[in-house]
C-alpha cells in the first residue's frame, strides 16, 4: 500500500511543518485523476492516495484525514458504498466527504447528501473551485473538532471524559471484531483516595488527580491509546490492538509510574505515598466479545487487586 500513498513534500515544508497541515485522502481508482488534484492541493495539505474503496476506508482508520475527495464511480466498491461506510463506524464518521463526479444529475447529488455527504465537486476539475470548497470544509471540520474535544474532556484533569470512553469502547471492540486484532482496558484505581481527601483537603485531592492523569497520558506510547476519566478517582486506558502480555507490562509500569511521583499520603495503609491498583481486561485477536464484558472482566480483576492488599494489579483474558 505504500506506493499508493503520496505524501506532499513542497517548500512550504519549513514554514507549515508537513505533520501539522491538515490532512486529505483522495479517492479514485485512475491515478491520472488523483495526480491533478495533487497537484492542485499538494502545496497546502498534506495529500494521501488511495485507489480503491477498501484502501479508502483502512487509510481512513489509520490516518483520521480531515477531509475525503472520493470519487462516485468506481469497481468493486463505490463512493456512496464508501461514504456510508465511514459514516457507520464511530471512528470515521467525523471525517467530511466530498464526491468528486462527471455525475451531473441531481438525484445522484440527493443521494450523496443523503448519505452524509458535504459537498460535491463535477469534473472536469476547475482547480480554484477546488481550493475553495476544500478550505472551507477544512474550516467547518476544525471548528466541529473543538468543540467536540471540548464535549469529550474532563474538566479537571484534562483527560477524555466517561462519554468519550463509553463510545469509543463500543467502536474498538466494533473494529478489533472486524479486524480480528486483540483489544485491551487497563481500569485503575486511586489506593485510599477518601482518606487522602480527607487529610489533605480537597484541592490537594484534585491536584493528585490531574498528576495521576499526566502521568497515564504519558504512559501510553501509541498514538491509538486513550486514556479517560472513568469516576471520581478511577482511570480507563483503551489499547487497541494491545495482547494480553503487553496490556499487563504496560500495567505495571503505570503502577511504578504513579507511585514513583511520591505524592505523600500519610493516611494509606499500603505506601507512604499514592499508589494505584489496577484491573486488565483482554479481548484475544479471534474472539468476538461485548464492550460490557471487557469493561466488567477489567473491573472483577480491579477488585481482586484491591481485595489483595492494592498497589497491584491482576487481569485476565475473556474466553469464548
Ligand atoms: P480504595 O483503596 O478501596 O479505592 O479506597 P478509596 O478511599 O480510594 O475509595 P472510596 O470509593 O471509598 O473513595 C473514593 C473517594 O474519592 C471519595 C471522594 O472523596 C474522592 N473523590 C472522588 N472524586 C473526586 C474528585 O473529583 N476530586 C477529589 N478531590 N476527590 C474525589
Ligand atoms: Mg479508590
Redesign the pocket.
Known sequence: MASNIIQAATSHDALFPVQTRPRLLVVDDQPANIQVLYQILSSDYQVFMATSGAQALALCAARQPDLVLLDLIMPDMDGYQVCQRLKEDAVTRDIPVIFITAQTDESAEEMGFDLGAVDFISKPINPRIVKARVKTHLMLKAQSDLLRSWAYLDG?TGVHNRRFFDERVNAEMGRAIRNQTPLSLVML??????????HYG?????D??RRVAATLKNSLMRGGDHVARY???EFVCLLPDTDFAGAMRLAEAIRQEISGLQIEHAQSSVAPYVTV?LGIGCKPAHLHASAMSLISLADTQLYKA?EHG?HRYYGAELEA
Open positions: 479537571l484505581d486511586v489506593d485510599f483516595f477518601k482518606r487522602f481527601n480527607d480537597h484541592q490537594a485531592g484534585d493528585c488527580l469516576g471520581g478517582e491498583s484491591k492494592r
